[in-house]
Every structure is written in C-alpha cells, then in structure tokens.
C-alpha cells in the first residue's frame, strides 16, 4: 500500500500565524495536487506541482513540491478565518486517485 | 457551485437495504469519480467512469456498482447496506479520462445507515 501521509492531522490558530502543513509519501510521484475542502462542501483544487523543487504562489498560500518529489508542503501566511478547511494531497498518477489522510485547519478569530 | 450536481443530499435507510446515488457531471465533461469519506478513512476512490466505460477501480466493494448512462450522469448503488457504509459520497467530473486533471466535486450525499 502506498501511504500518503499529511501531518499535522489538527491544527488550530490564530488569525494573522503562519502555519505549514506537509505532505509525504511513501515513494515517488510524478505529480501533486492539493484541494481545500470546507465543511459541508466537496473539495476544491487549489494547485497542481508537477517538477521536483517547484513552487507555486497562491495569495498567501505558497506550495512546494520536494526536490525527490516524495514530499510537498503548503504554508500559509497571515492566516485568516476563511482558511478553515480541510487540506487534502493528492498523488498521481496512477489508476487508483490517492488521497492523503488530510489536515483540518482551524483559524480562530 | 461546482457545476456537478448530486441527489438526494441527504438519505436515512436500515440495514440491508439498497440505495442508488446519482450524479451529474458538469457540461462538457466525460469523466465521473465516485469517493466515499468517513471520519476514520478519510476520502476513498472507489471508481471512474469515461464516457460510460468504467476507467479505474478503487477501494469499491461488491456490494457497491456503478454505471454512467449514454447522457454521462452516473449512478452509484449501493446494496446489503451495512452501519459501516455510513458515510459522505462524493461524486467528481473532469474532462479528460485522467485523474490528474482537474476534478470538480459535487456537494456530496450524506448516507446514514440505521
């Protein structure tokens, strides 16, 4: 079984931290993506990292994608009450679309 | 609004029984997923259908199917319901038969086995 990790699995803060979350897999991958699902919502796409080392920019959110392409984390900056959610990976490719277990941010007011 | 729609958003039924989800996917797409989150598994791939065929099989038991019609709505059924199926079922288009373009995801159907 290919494992994709997410960690931390809670985290609850402060409006206006920093926070990073992390992605890691058991082997390598060729591509990642990561989706923002709010509650009661279906998951929405965020970014897909594709190169070994790359980085993508989305507002405050920035993503990288591990120079081995076994890892990728997001970190948030000043985060705010509309960051609450669950972030989920994704790994690809492959038939079977792998999930990792998903990390659900809290920003407090 | 994902474009994907789902019906019934919510569905109470027993043991045993037998339910059928159904999906549709946003206009122009060809590509349906089906997923299944629950607290402790987090969200499951259970199967992908392109353009009526079935595509790529996940962690989908016997007891579940699928099938997506000529018009590209698909349906998930769901038989010999067990309290363990309980759960969130989402269903995802994209439009191309690979899983890694972009999925959209429906509002999900919340199933409660009693």
């Known amino acids: 079984t290919q494992l994709l990790e997410q960690s931390p699995q809670f985290l609850s803060i402060q409006e206006g931290e920093n926070l990073t979350v992390y992605c890691n897999s058991s082997s390598v991958f060729s591509s990642l993506q990561w989706y923002r699902q709010e509650p009661g919502e279906g998951p929405v796409l965020l970014v897909t990292?594709?190169?070994?080392?790359e980085v993508k920019k989305l507002k405050r959110l920035t993503f990288q994608f591990g120079d081995a392409r076994k890892d990728s984390s997001l970190h948030i900056t000043a985060a705010q009450p509309g960051d609450t959610g669950l972030y989920l990976c994704?790994?690809?490719?492959?038939?079977?679309?792998?999930f990792g277990t998903g990390t659900r941010l809290t920003v407090i007011p | 609004d994902s474009g994907v729609t789902q019906t019934p958003k919510h569905l109470i039924t027993a043991t045993g029984q037998r339910v059928t989800l159904r999906c549709s996917p946003r206009s122009g797409d060809l590509s349906v997923y089906w997923y299944q989150q629950s607290l402790d598994q987090g969200l499951q791939f259970l199967i992908q259908?392109?353009?009526?065929?079935?595509?790529a099989k996940g962690n989908i038991l016997e007891r579940f199917s699928a099938q997506q019609f000529p018009d590209l709505h698909s349906e998930l059924n769901l038989s010999s319901l067990e309290l363990g199926d309980s759960a969130l079922y989402f269903c995802?288009?994209?439009?191309?038969?690979?899983?890694?373009?972009?999925?959209?995801f429906g509002p999900g159907t919340r199933l409660t086995v009693t």
């Open positions: 995802a288009s994209s439009r191309l038969d690979s899983g890694a373009s972009e999925q959209y």
């Open positions: 259908y392109y353009n009526g065929e079935e595509r």
């Open positions: 990292v594709v190169t070994g080392g």
């Open positions: 994704v790994r690809y490719p492959g038939d079977n679309l792998f």
